[in-house]
């Protein structure tokens, strides 16, 4: 079996598309995906459609990032419009809902409740879309909503001292409860990086396709990326969170 790991999306069906193509799944694969599936291009409530459907057929832990929690208010309660998610992709996101009935609308707030905050496989690697602050580890952090917010996780390991080995005293102590951990959140495009970065024993996914960057998919046994073309190929008349 493999396991795929997939980046921020944003509203790229298309992108999402082109990646799973270049994948060639099997019914034995597995698909993770970081979350932020919504905010930004134009087909954010055809993704949600197309990875329902998705997950009929192959395995799919859904992540759920900071911009699904935003969607799922504003599905349960259309007059909750967060003033931040309308500025970063939200517009866009309603508009993509204009046609779907009630009823459909309520399936995907239905998909959206039942994404996980985080997913901890059977060899210890942690998944969730953006960090956590707790020092013992995820089951002890107090808000939830840090699953999908935080950034001083990959803040962090970036400025580790890449000396200090995982099994010294002075090695981060977030970073010793799991093998691996993979997030999204977090663009490697600003640090002018196009493909996925790792930072200590963090993988970050999301190659900024919200804005000017690719929708990425990780093998996490072998490291090998498969990327889409860049939002801005796919969506030319189109901004995205430009």
């Known amino acids: 079996m493999r396991t795929f790991v997939i980046g921020d999306i944003h509203g790229g069906l298309k992108a999402l598309l082109q990646v799973l193509n270049k994948l060639e799944l099997t019914e034995k694969d597995q698909l993770i995906f970081m979350g932020d599936y919504v905010d930004g291009w134009s087909e954010s409530a055809q993704v949600i459609d197309f990875l329902m459907e998705l997950s009929k057929t192959f395995k799919c832990v859904f992540i759920k990032g900071n ?7 504003w599905l349960e309660d259309s007059n909750d419009v967060n003033p931040s998610w309308f500025m970063h992709g939200g517009k866009e996101t309603i508009e993509s809902y204009a046609g779907f009935s009630v009823e459909e609308k309520q399936e995907h707030l239905a998909f959206f409740k ?6 901890l496989d059977a060899k210890n690697r942690l998944f969730l879309h953006a960090g956590f602050t ?4 995820v089951s002890k952090e107090r808000d939830p909503l840090t699953f999908c ?3 001083t996780l990959w803040e962090m ?12 005293p002075q090695f981060p102590k977030r970073l010793q409860h799991y093998h691996e951990i993979y997030i999204g959140h977090t663009p490697t495009t600003n640090y002018n990086e196009a ?16 804005f000017k960057g690719k929708v ?23 901004k995205g969170r430009n």
């Open 134 to 137: 707790s020092m013992h580890g």
């Open 67 to 73: 911009h699904d929690v935003w969607c799922q208010d």
């Open 195 to 210: 493909y996925p970065m790792n930072a200590a024993t963090i993988w970050n996914v999301d190659t900024g396709a919200a």
């Open 149 to 151: 917010l935080d950034r």
């Open 114 to 119: 039942a994404m996980k905050m985080f997913h």
């Open 157 to 168: 390991a970036l400025g580790l001292d890449k000396n200090i080995a995982p099994t010294a």
């Open 216 to 238: 990425s998919a990780m093998n996490i046994s072998t490291k090998e990326v498969v990327q889409s073309a860049t939002l801005l190929e796919l969506y030319p008349n189109e």
